[in-house]
T-cell receptor
Framework: GAVVSQHPSRVICKSGTSVKIECRSL??????MFWYRQFPKQSLMLMAT?????????EQGVEKDKFLINHASLTLSTLTVTSAHPEDSSFYIC??????????FGPGTRLTVL | KQEVTQIPAALSVPEGENLVLNCSFT??????LQWFRQDPGKGLTSLLL?????REQTSGRLNASLDKSSGRSTLYIAASQPGDSATYLC???????????FGAGTRLFVKA
């Protein structure tokens, strides 16, 4: 099946720094990718929809200036958490859409902000 | 607005028991419904994907059904094993808004 990778898998950073997370579709082109976050013992919440060549669409309550999304190519979307704070510590997962309606999920990135 | 509900929130069963996890959704305009497994601190493992035109999918001891008109899906696990212990998530991929909504999950514990 199709594979979606994320890098890094785990990152620890100091408060106030920025962290970039990459999501790649390895064997297919994805015009649409999604970014989710998951707090401990909670389900996944959609943060934003990333479309290649255009601005991301953010869900209500998600700060677009804090969570910068760039879908630079058909196989790469990046999420940058700017000026990270401890409350941004979470599990971030991306997914990529193949074709019309089939999604493949990445393995996730665990962010810890000290 | 699509809402996805999973019942029960938690379940503890003895090894060998057959069990059913339930998922309901409010908007039937979906591309597909997917069941995932998530182990503590880990990412998602896709178990079964049911397209909107399908009624069920099977993989090994797992069987998932979909009744789009009533907004329900079930995940049936036969002969449960301790290794099945995990959180099971149901997710629907909406046609409206082109987004996926996850349920809160069912935490399953299978006792040896």
């Amino acid at each position: 099946g199709a594979v979606v990778s994320q890098h890094p898998s785990r990152v620890i950073c100091k408060s106030g720094t920025s962290v970039k997370i990459e999501c790649r579709s390895l064997d297919f082109q994805a015009t649409t990718m999604f970014w989710y976050r998951q707090f401990p013992k909670q389900s996944l919440m959609l943060m934003a929809t990333s479309n290649e060549g255009s601005k991301a669409t953010y869900e209500q309550g998600v700060e677009k200036d804090k969570f910068l999304i760039n879908h630079a190519s058909l196989t790469l979307s990046t999420l940058t958490v700017t000026s990270a704070h401890p409350e941004d510590s979470s599990f971030y997962i991306c997914s990529a859409v193949q074709g019309r309606d089939t999604q493949y999920f990445g393995p996730g990135t665990r962010l810890t902000v000290l | 607005k699509q809402e996805v509900t999973q019942i029960p929130a938690a379940l503890s069963v003895p090894e060998g028991e057959n069990l059913v996890l339930n998922c309901s959704f409010t908007d039937s305009a979906i591309y597909n419904l997917q069941w995932f497994r998530q182990d503590p601190g880990k990412g998602l493992t896709s178990l079964l994907l049911i397209q909107s035109s399908q009624r069920e999918q099977t993989s090994g001891r797992l069987n998932a059904s979909l009744d789009k008109s009533s907004g329900r899906s079930t995940l049936y696990i036969a002969a449960s094993q301790p290794g099945d212990s995990a959180t099971y998530l149901c997710a629907v991929f909406n046609t409206g808004g082109f987004k996926t909504i996850f349920g809160a999950g069912t935490r399953l514990f299978v006792k040896a």
